[in-house]
């Protein structure tokens, strides 16, 4: 399978988290990882610059947005200010 994109990522993203606690970022990628069946040469490809790779920019992106900008949406809160 390809690596997922940015929005076919969230969903399984917010589905490692739901107990509410802080997970790590390696723990996160391992389980999406699993979740698209990636392959170790999938995991392994870089961006054009050369670094990070492809999937670990992905996952931060995801991780790094996704919380803040989706979770409060999905418990019908929206954004708060």
């Given at each position: 399978?390809?690596?997922?994109?940015?929005?076919?990522?969230?969903?399984?993203?917010?589905?490692?988290?739901?107990?509410?606690?802080?997970?790590?970022?390696?723990?996160?990628?391992?389980?999406?990882?699993?979740?698209?069946?990636?392959?170790?040469?999938?995991?392994?490809?870089?961006?054009?610059?050369?670094?990070?790779?492809?999937?670990?920019?992905?996952?931060?992106?995801?991780?790094?947005?996704?919380?803040?900008?989706?979770?409060?949406?999905?418990?019908?809160r929206g954004r708060e200010p």
């Amino acid at each position: 399978m390809a690596i997922p994109d940015y929005q076919t990522s969230m969903l399984p993203f917010l589905h490692c988290l739901p107990d509410g606690r802080e997970h790590a970022l390696a723990q996160i990628r391992e389980s999406l990882a699993a979740h698209f069946s990636l392959a170790d040469e999938e995991l392994e490809e870089l961006l054009p610059s050369g670094s990070p790779t492809i999937f670990e920019y992905d996952a931060l992106w995801v991780s790094e947005i996704g919380p803040t900008e989706i979770a409060p949406a999905l418990r019908g809160r929206g954004r708060e200010p």
